[in-house]
C-alpha cells in the first residue's frame, strides 16, 4: 500500500503561481513513477503529468506544457507540481497518483494508488 497526501492548493489570480506537493508513505517511494490528474466540476478526470520513478522522465499534457513543472524528491518521498501562468480553466482538484510501472503513462487506469485531492481555484 501507498498512502498519498497532496497539499498546496488554494485561491490564486490568473497570471499567479501555486506549488502543488505529494507525500507518500507506505512502500518504497522511488519504485513507483507518479502522475498528476485533475477534475473540473461536471468534467471527466483528466492528464495533468506524469514523472518516472527515477524523474528523469517526465510527461505533460498540451494544455499545461511550458506552464507547469512535475518533479520528485526520492529522498523526501514527496513529488511537486509547479504550477505557473495560472489560467481559470486550470479550476479543478487536483490528484497525485502512483504506478507499479517505472514510466508513467497518461491513463488513470494504470495507477493504483490515489490521493484525496487538493482544491486549486484560479480567478479571473
Known amino acids: 500500500q501507498v498512502q498519498l497526501v497532496e497539499s498546496g492548493g488554494g485561491l490564486v489570480q490568473a497570471g499567479g503561481s501555486l506549488r502543488l506537493s505529494c507525500a507518500a508513505s507506505?512502500?518504497?517511494?522511488?519504485?513507483?513513477?507518479m502522475g498528476w490528474f485533475r477534475q473540473a466540476p461536471g468534467k471527466e478526470r483528466e492528464f495533468v503529468a506524469a514523472i518516472s520513478s527515477s524523474g528523469g522522465w517526465t510527461y505533460y499534457a498540451d494544455s499545461v506544457k511550458g506552464r507547469f513543472t512535475i518533479s520528485r524528491d526520492n529522498a523526501k518521498n514527496t513529488m511537486y507540481l509547479q504550477m505557473n501562468s495560472l489560467k481559470p480553466e486550470d479550476t479543478a482538484i487536483y490528484y497525485c497518483?502512483?504506478?507499479?510501472?517505472?514510466?508513467?503513462?497518461?491513463?488513470?487506469?494504470?495507477?493504483?494508488?490515489w490521493g484525496q485531492g487538493t482544491q486549486v481555484t484560479v480567478s479571473s
Open positions: 507506505g512502500r518504497t517511494f522511488s519504485n513507483y513513477a
Open positions: 497518483a502512483a504506478s507499479g510501472r517505472r514510466i508513467g503513462t497518461t491513463r488513470s487506469l494504470d495507477y493504483n494508488y
